[in-house]
């Protein structure tokens, strides 16, 4: 493996459009854009990539992700299953955050964090929320301060539960707490500490969190609510929530049921969002991978369930794009530019000197994903894997 690459002539998507260019990566960063770029008289092998077929965009950050599995809430068997390193790198994931979900009692900070160093140790980066849906919050080390403060791969609280029949039904007050640890912690620790909201299809909809901002000394942007197109009542008030100020998240993992059943494709979402004037920075995708999806018949029957998949992220970039005329720039930004914001990871999401090495090839032709490569390293070629999971069938994943 060559630790310099100069990727040739690429369309550079950073995620603002930036041209023509060639980009330099050295090890796990990127030390050079320009036009006409060369190796020099490097005395070290250098890759040359041509990339004049691809758009060159930074690797996408999926703000919401149950890596070591969720759900259970159909029983014991109903707990989905963990994530496996390609189903983020074939999406062109390159940075994951992962969360405990509804179920905090079996599935635990312990497991989380290991899964979080195995997932680094295979090739993409990782982070976590410490909290889970309830109120007062599960931490591993006593507080949500402590937890941003010692553990490094903790940025912020979450996913925290409100208008949903699974939450701890939270007041405004105690929500206003959690928020104002996170901050503290994440001010000591120089993080976002963020506090990320499930917002479910309860009637209060997005009001708890407008009413532990109101009156108090905290911003409207500590709250990261997400599942904000599940419904068109959530959506509305999500755009409410986004024109005074705030941040909000649709989920792209979803069913043919629930998109017959009210939810709004994430795509869709992106684009009216857009288009009411809502800027792109306060505006982003995930995918609640590995969530347990129920699959239900035309008379609301549950079938069975399914898992949702990081892959989806893109997807819906792409569709955004292609279905519902967002520009390439914006849709990336969704998935690159601005969940980095929001969570603080100011090495990640854009390419520029002295970031990440996290890069994504797109075909231009059809806008499928050709190459990603993380901190450097090229995980997927023309479409496929390059490098497997540790516990991966390869063969499997290769049919
Ligand atoms: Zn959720």
């Given amino acids: 493996m060559n630790t310099i690459k100069l990727f040739k002539n690429a369309h550079l998507l950073a995620p603002e459009d930036l041209g023509v260019q060639d980009v330099l990566v050295a090890a796990s960063k990127i030390i050079a854009i320009g036009s006409d770029l060369t190796a020099g008289d490097s005395n070290f092998p250098v890759e040359i990539i041509d990339a004049s077929d691809f758009y060159l965009t930074p690797g996408f950050v999926d703000s919401l992700v149950h890596f070591i ?20 790198t074939l999406g062109g994931v ?16 312990s497991n989380l964090l290991a899964k979080a160093h195995a997932l680094e140790s295979e090739g993409i980066s990782t982070y976590c929320y410490t909290g889970s849906y309830q109120v007062p919050c599960r931490t591993l080390l006593g507080s949500i301060t402590d937890d941003l403060i010692l553990i490094d791969k903790f940025i912020g609280v979450g996913e925290i539960a409100i208008s949903d029949h699974r939450s701890s039904q939270p007041t405004f007050t105690e929500l206003r707490k959690v928020a104002a640890e996170a901050r503290v912690g994440g001010m000591l620790a120089g993080k976002a500490g963020i506090v990320s909201v499930h917002v479910g ?38 755009l409410h ?36 004037g809502i800027p792109v920075s306060r505006l982003t995708l995930s995918s609640d991978g590995n969530a347990s999806l ?5 008379s609301g029957q549950l079938l069975g369930l399914e898992v949702g998949k990081v892959s ?31 969570l603080g990871l100011s090495h990640k999401g854009r390419v520029a000197q002295g970031k990440d090495a996290d890069i994504v090839l797109i075909n231009k ?35």
């Fill in 69 to 88: 599995g969720g759900g259970g809430e159909g029983g014991f068997a109903s707990r989905t299953p963990e994530m496996q390193l390609t189903d983020a």
């Fill in 94 to 109: 390159t940075t994951a955050i992962g969360v405990l979900g509804t179920d905090a009692t079996t599935r635990t900070f």
């Fill in 201 to 238: 299809a309860g009637a209060s909809l997005l009001d708890p969190l407008h009413r532990a901002v109101a009156g108090s000394e905290l911003t409207i942007r500590q709250f990261y609510p997400t599942h904000i197109n599940r419904n068109q009542a959530v959506f509305n008030a999500g």
């Fill in 241 to 276: 929530f986004a024109l005074a100020g705030g941040v909000i998240d649709f989920t792209t993992s979803t069913t043919a049921y629930d998109l017959q059943h009210g939810e709004v494709a994430a795509a869709h979402a992106l684009a009216q969002a857009l288009a009411k």
């Fill in 294 to 298: 129920p699959i239900f018949d035309s």
């Fill in 312 to 342: 989806t992220l893109y997807q819906s970039a792409r569709s955004a794009v292609l279905d519902y005329q967002v520009s390439l720039p914006d849709a990336l930004a969704a998935i690159t530019s601005s969940p980095a914001d929001v």
């Fill in 365 to 399: 032709s059809n806008l499928h994903i050709d190459s990603v490569y993380a901190k450097g390293q090229q995980l997927v070629k023309a479409g496929q894997p390059l490098v497997f999971g540790t516990f991966e069938n390869r063969n499997l994943s290769r049919s």
